[in-house]
C-alpha cells in the first residue's frame, strides 16, 4: 500500500517535524513544504490520487485541512481527493471535518491544544475547563506526549488495519498519563492528564 505524509510547513508546527521524519523512515513520501507556493501546492494535491493512506499533520477546522499561513489548503470540491483513502489526519477540529464531509476509514481528532490560540479557543467555550490554565512548560511536555504517541502509534503497526491504529494511539494516550503522572509533578500536571484524556476520547474512527 503506498502512504502520503503531507506536513505544510508552520512555525506553529514545527514540533511535528520529529514524526514527519518518522513516516519518511517508514516509507511514506513525505510533502514538507510551503503550500504558498501555488506550484509546490498543486504538486502535492495532483499526487493524493496516486495513494491508498493519507496522513495530515497540521492545523485545520471541520471546513478545510490548512496550509502554510493557516490558509484553507483542502477545501471543498478539492476534499473529493480524499474520498476512498485512508486517512490519518492530526490537526484540530478533524473529526468534524470528517463528519462535514462523509469521509469513511478515517480518524480525526477535537481541538489539540499544543499552543496558546487553542487554549483561548477551549476557555471561549467553557471557561472552568482548566483548573489552571497550562502555561509554556506544561504544552511542552504536551506537545512532546503526543509526538511520542503518533510515532510509537505507527512504529507498531500500519494503517491497514485502522481500527487497530485507533486503539493503538488510545493505548500510547494512556501510556502517557501514567508517565505525566510520575515525571509532571512540578508541572500542571491535572491538566495535562485532562487534555491527553480529551486527545484519545474525542478522537473518531469513522469505519463508513
Not at 489548503?73 to 492530526?90: A, W, Y
Not at 477551549?122 to 472552568?128: A, F, G, N
Not at 485507533?166 to 493505548?171: G, P, Q, W
Not at 510520575?182 to 508541572?187: A, T, V
Amino acid at each position: 500500500m503506498s502512504s502520503l505524509c503531507i506536513y505544510p510547513q508552520e512555525e506553529s508546527t514545527s514540533f511535528l517535524k520529529p514524526i514527519a521524519d518518522k513516516f519518511q523512515e517508514l516509507g511514506y513520501d513525505v510533502y514538507d513544504g510551503s503550500t504558498g507556493d501555488e506550484e509546490y501546492a498543486r504538486t502535492i494535491l495532483d499526487s493524493i490520487p496516486g495513494y491508498d493512506n493519507i496522513v495530515f499533520l497540521g492545523h485545520g477546522s471541520s471546513e478545510a485541512l490548512s496550509g502554510t499561513g493557516l490558509t484553507p489548503f483542502i477545501k471543498g470540491e478539492k476534499v473529493g481527493l480524499l474520498q476512498g483513502k485512508r486517512l490519518f489526519l492530526l490537526s484540530c477540529n478533524s473529526k468534524e471535518f470528517i463528519s462535514s464531509y462523509s469521509l469513511t476509514d478515517a480518524i480525526g481528532f477535537d481541538i489539540i491544544p499544543t499552543g496558546e490560540t487553542d487554549l483561548y479557543t477551549i476557555l471561549d467555550q467553557d471557561y472552568s475547563y482548566f483548573e489552571n490554565v497550562p502555561d509554556d512548560k506544561d504544552l511542552e511536555w504536551f506537545r512532546a506526549a503526543i509526538v511520542r504517541i503518533i510515532i510509537n502509534s505507527f512504529s507498531d503497526g500500519d494503517m491497514d488495519n485502522m481500527i487497530m491504529l485507533y486503539n493503538r494511539v488510545k493505548m500510547y494516550t494512556n501510556l502517557e498519563r501514567y508517565a505525566c503522572i510520575r515525571e509532571c509533578k512540578e508541572l500542571n500536571y491535572r491538566d495535562i492528564l485532562k487534555m491527553l484524556f480529551d486527545f484519545k476520547d474525542c478522537m473518531v474512527y469513522n469505519r463508513g
